[in-house]
């Protein structure tokens, strides 16, 4: 089991608690969920627990933290803690030190002082049960996300012991492979592991949770049975995301018709091929302006191939697609640029500058837009970052560093605006912030496309969700009356 | 997508042999290289590797590395021709019709023989190293480099930093994409050049500090440091081995005595 008590803890050259008077115990076998806003101190929490804190870093530490009964000063270096505990990092590629599935699984359990037979059958087992089997000879880079996390997983695993720490593991994953990993904890949790987890997916945890923890600004402000944490209306909002009425207020300000606007993306009969395998298959779609659309499929389905042809990244091998007028084909990126605006899943692909203004002046100046330091501004106040114009881009926290991305792309002003997954790693009322601002610059004239896993975020926020699967649009109709 | 210097999973002789037999076979091979300035031979030694990389499965591998030798070899060549001129005089490598920079960058023959030789020894060595990487697990090659009383941090580093190539690859792709979508538009000309590697390099550098972060705290907490470990799947000395030591030794035994008669 893990005990922290009355826990404190500042990282060294910082004035302000990333922990704070936090006490929590995760009895044996029990799963307990922490969630809260991003920077709320949940990747700190994980490493005091895993007693990475007390043997890593530096910085000034108060409380205690117990792993089995014992204190983890007590223990003499990570290597003796990783006998006890194991923890899973949100990273998967960081944590694949090897070249292939099963060489990554066995080489952690060479170190565990096992018998060569034993060693095999472990395995066997934990292959099996992570899903792995058929991948064993497959190298990090030809497998997907959750495929990685279920890897890091299984190497966790391998060192055999009760008590797991898992650092937002489903982070980046689709639905299919977050339901995968939640199968894997709830046969671990049945085994009787004991499991801390930090998550933002409350609703796909909820079977195998015991306890929710609440985390805000390092400090616990809720804990207890899910069920009844959940009855606090402010707590709910954090935990689970609420886009109602994003949709509706829309309705309510009356945008034009849709069939009156002229379409501002025409793709026709677009193929894209990567080798052999067929990314996208002869699929036609028209987007007219002002619209908010919602592509919607899983990891693989095409929909990230299919947005890079906006803008020119990939050039299409069949097909053609039709930009306000110019087809893609004659046009350079960068006057695609002027028209489309992409803002990727991970924010922190982009960030390069010293400051947030010069992050976002960086669009502007390529494309020799005037009157720069107005535009900053307004898109600054567009995601409500006015306040952080001089600071460092990579010390936001995530939640703001999506909104970042998003006004780097805005301040250029693109009439089309695309996002992958900008939700990906918000609490539920960052998400909604996102969502919001998305909705507002629809309102201000922006045509709004936005890649999701998410259901929920297509259903309540756009006006017409584009399923796709195997390369191939299935449907593209109207939300359904909620 | 070029995935250099990557292990390659298949079922073929070089993949069955010892890494001490492979690295005995990297060290006669690097040692021959280096040593002949005969022409005839490297091309041979070249001719012998792709022969050994057909019958153990990994000749398209090593093809796949055309495009880094034809431009690598033609700046060996370039590189020889400027700064080497020797031997019979064979034209010039800007026209000499040309006003004021005709007839610079003579073309002679003794450069370009030196310039093929050094063309001949890279593709030789490139190829030999890359059958062994290629062919040789990580986990096996560190157990055999930990055997050879190489630190265990070392031997690490050396293999995260040849499985992390074609990850910052593709980081690299996803920065340049991110970039590009900003409308970042690489300048021409040597500032221009200077200026556009911030966008990407920075990005690139700071997503893997926080990554080398991760990883250092994972190999702690598997315990890889720990130095105790349990021998599974060894790939044990066998007969095909000593065969491989044998051929190795008389290769270079014959190579001796043609260096000792000067007719290498």
Request: net charge negative; hydrophobic share 45%; with cysteine.
């Amino acid at each position: 089991m893990i005990e922290l008590n009355d826990v404190s803890y500042t990282y060294p050259h910082t004035t302000q608690d990333a922990l704070h008077r936090l006490s929590l115990a995760v009895p044996k076998g029990s799963c307990i969920m922490v969630t809260g806003p991003s920077g709320a101190g949940k990747t700190t929490l994980c490493l005091a627990a895993a007693g990475i804190l007390h043997h890593e870093f530096g910085g000034k530490k108060e409380g205690l933290v117990a792993l089995e009964g014992k204190d983890v000063a007590a223990y003499a270096s990570l290597s003796e803690l990783a006998k006890t505990i194991g923890i899973v990092f949100d990273d998967p590629e960081a944590q694949m030190i090897f070249t292939t599935v099963e060489e990554e699984i066995l080489s952690a359990l060479e170190y565990r002082g096992l018998e060569a037979q034993v060693i095999e059958d472990r395995l066997a087992s934990i292959m099996t049960t992570t899903y792995l089997t058929e991948l064993k000879n497959r190298s990090p880079h030809h497998l997907s996300g959750g495929q990685k996390q279920r890897v890091a997983l299984a190497a966790t695993l391998a060192l055999g012991n009760d008590v797991l720490i898992l650092d937002e593991p489903t982070s980046e994953l689709d639905e299919h492979a977050t339901r995968r990993i939640v199968a894997i904890l709830k046969s671990l949790k049945e085994q009787g592991k004991t499991i801390l987890i930090t998550e933002h997916k409350y609703a796909h945890f909820r079977e195998i949770v015991d306890t929710l923890v609440v985390l805000e600004s390092g400090s616990i402000t809720a804990m207890g049975n899910p069920d009844e944490v959940m009855t606090d209306e402010r707590v709910r909002t954090i935990v689970i995301p609420d886009f109602s009425g994003i949709r509706t207020r829309q309705q309510a300000t009356a945008t034009p018709a849709k069939p009156a606007a002229a379409p501002v993306v025409e793709v026709r009969n677009l193929t894209h091929t990567y080798g052999d395998v067929v990314a996208l298959n002869s699929i036609s779609l028209t987007i007219h302006a002002g619209e908010f659309v919602a592509i919607v499929g899983e990891n693989g389905s095409g929909k990230t191939t299919l947005v890079k042809h906006f803008n020119r990244l990939l050039f299409p091998t069949g097909g053609d697609v039709i930009i306000k007028g110019k087809n893609t084909r004659s046009s350079t990126i960068t006057e695609l640029a002027r028209d489309v605006g992409l803002v990727f899943q991970n924010p922190d692909h982009m960030f390069f500058a010293d400051t947030v203004k010069d992050e976002v002046e960086f669009g502007i100046k390529n494309l020799g837009i005037p009157d720069g330091d107005a535009l900053i501004d307004s898109a600054l106040d567009k995601v409500g970052l006015r306040h952080t114009r001089d600071l460092y881009p990579r010390w936001l926290s995530r939640g703001e560093r999506q909104r970042l991305a998003i006004a780097s792309v805005v301040a250029m002003s693109p009439s089309i605006i695309v996002l992958d997954e900008p939700t990906t790693g918000l609490d539920g009322n960052e998400a909604r912030v996102v969502m919001e601002i998305l909705k507002d610059l629809q309102l201000a004239g922006h045509t709004i496309i936005v890649i999701t896993h998410n259901r929920e975020i297509a259903q309540q926020c756009a006006d017409r969700i584009i399923t796709m699967e195997k390369g191939n649009i299935i449907s593209d109709s109207e939300p359904e009356a909620v | 997508m070029a995935e250099i210097l990557q292990y390659v999973h298949k079922d073929g002789f070089f993949h069955r042999l010892n890494p001490f037999s492979k690295i005995l076979f990297i060290i006669v091979v690097s040692v021959m290289c280096i040593i002949s300035t005969n022409l005839v031979f490297l091309a041979l030694l070249i001719i012998a590797l792709l022969a050994i990389a057909c019958a153990g499965k990994l000749y398209q591998e090593l093809l796949d590395q055309s495009k880094l030798i034809i431009v690598m070899s033609a700046v060996f060549i370039l590189i020889t021709l400027i700064t080497m001129p020797n031997g019979a005089l064979i034209g010039y490598l800007i026209p000499e019709g040309i006003p004021v920079i005709g007839g610079l960058v003579p073309i002679t023959m003794g450069g370009i023989e030196i310039g093929l030789i050094l063309t001949f020894r890279f593709i030789a060595l490139i190829f030999t190293f890359q059958l062994f990487l290629i062919s040789t697990q990580p986990r096996d090659l560190v157990h055999s480099l930990e055997k050879l009383k190489m630190p265990i941090d070392y031997t690490l580093m050396f293999v995260i930093a040849l499985r992390f190539i074609p990850t910052l690859q593709i980081e690299g792709n996803r920065i340049h994409e991110a970039q590009l979508a900003r409308g970042y538009n690489p300048g021409t000309g040597f500032i221009g050049k200077i200026r556009s590697v911030a966008p990407i390099v920075i990005p690139l550098v700071s997503n893997a500090l926080l990554r080398s972060n991760v990883m250092g705290l994972t190999i702690d907490m598997r315990g890889y440091r720990t130095g105790k470990r349990t021998v599974v799947r060894e790939l044990k000395f066998q007969a095909r081995d000593y065969g491989m030591a044998l051929v190795m030794a008389l290769v270079f035994c014959g190579f001796v005595a043609l260096v000792l008669s000067q007719v290498l």
